[in-house]
């Protein structure tokens, strides 16, 4: 099978989707639409994909390039002839497969094209509608997309839903217990946007800061709130309790949830949020915001913690209740693991894509006029 995975920048999600389809037997492309001259994967491609050269890789993307980047997306489809074209964010690269009218083709959700970016304005939910409505195939990582989709035009019979999941090997529980320290560790790792609540869970630490000195904030990442975020905690007066270790790479990033004893996540709105997915492979009990995406993966009380989702005074309270009660963080931070174990195993997630694959060439779909292929490939 020779597939184009297309997608918008290069993220270490990309990484993860491209090293497990370039270990089978199908020959991969990978279309890169620039969104900005930065890039959150510093991993080079997987051996064995080959990278394509198009209109759309070569500047940041801009509405007025549409046509000009359908005709060069196109040409590549008539030159490569591949089997399918696997595409998403919905509204960038999911439209532009579209408007080539190839198929079959799967869009995927990237989960904030279908909980936020959608309802940015006419053009944005008619540019979804449309994508939705001519999809071969879909497939998200939470039932809460997949509905949002469905209620948007998609085919729910042509949709399939599964965890982006975890290397259960790469994140795992630390092979030696930690010994029992002095101080208490909160560890968030979300970018510093606003749709991630960074900006709260400062808010709500300086609360709970105040009461016990024994915590300390490891962050992760930053972004467009970074002046306010660190303002608010110097301001507090909590600002040499706060390490801040810029961003790292996947290869590093277990040992930072070993180092926590409390994994947070006040985002506002989510996809099945794979650091979540990590922290709790890792076997770190975790605190997060009480929306659809994270009731899908957290039972309070029973692997986990949820909190008020835009309550500052209920997370602080919330820190303080696990700062005290360690022995309930043991078993919260077991029945994590087994959850991820059960449910986010990233080997068995894969092997679904892999059987959509199979599905949408036994059956491409509605709608589109495949592109006429040449009797022989360029």
């Not at 497969?97 to 995927?108: E, N, V, W």
């Not at 029992?180 to 400062?202: I, K, M, Q």
């Not at 894969?350 to 059987?355: A, I, K, P, T």
Request: charged share 25%; glycine share 8%.
């Amino acid at each position: 099978m020779r597939i184009i995975y297309f997608s918008l920048d290069y993220t270490p999600h990309d990484h993860r989707f491209l090293s497990a389809l370039a270990e089978t037997e199908h020959q991969v492309f990978y279309a890169r639409l620039q969104r900005g001259p930065r890039q959150t994967e510093d991993r080079p491609l997987p051996a064995g994909v080959q990278p394509i050269r198009w209109a759309g890789g070569g500047r940041p993307f801009a509405w007025r390039d549409l046509p000009r980047l359908t005709l060069s997306l196109r040409a590549v489809l008539r030159r490569l002839q591949p089997d399918l074209i696997h595409a998403g964010p919905i509204q960038t690269c999911g439209l532009l497969a579209t408007l080539t009218g190839f198929r079959p083709r799967l869009i995927m959700s990237w989960g904030f094209d279908l909980l936020e970016d959608c309802d940015r304005n006419a053009w944005w939910r008619w540019a979804t509608r449309f994508v939705l409505r001519r999809a071969s195939y879909f497939v998200s990582d939470s039932q809460v997309i997949r509905q949002r989709a469905v209620a948007l035009g998609m085919d729910p019979a042509r949709t399939a839903v599964f965890p982006w999941g975890v290397d259960l090997d790469h994140f795992a529980p630390p092979s030696a217990a930690r010994g029992r320290s002095s101080g208490f560790t909160l560890f968030c790792n979300r970018a510093w946007e606003p749709r991630y609540g960074v900006d709260l869970l400062a808010r709500a630490f300086v609360q709970a800061a105040r009461q016990r000195p024994d915590l300390h904030l490891l962050l992760l990442s930053d972004g467009s709130q970074g002046r306010q975020i660190r303002q608010i905690l110097e301001q507090g007066g909590v600002g040499d309790r706060v390490t801040f270790a810029g961003q790292i790479s996947q290869t590093r990033l277990p040992r930072f949830y070993h180092m926590a004893d409390l994994y947070l996540s006040p985002s506002h709105i989510d996809g099945s949020s794979v650091s979540l997915l990590e922290a709790m492979a890792c076997g770190l009990p975790c605190l997060v915001s009480d929306i659809p995406t994270n009731r899908e993966w957290i039972e309070d009380g029973l692997n986990g913690w949820l909190f008020p989702d835009g309550d500052a005074e209920a997370l602080a309270a919330k820190l303080l209740q696990a700062a005290q009660d360690r022995r309930a963080l043991r078993r919260l931070g077991r029945a994590a693991r087994r959850t991820v174990e059960e449910r986010a195993d990233w080997k068995k997630s894969f092997q679904q894509l892999l059987e959509v694959y199979a599905d949408m060439l036994e059956s491409p779909g509605r709608g589109d006029r495949p592109i006429r292929r040449k009797e022989s490939v360029a």
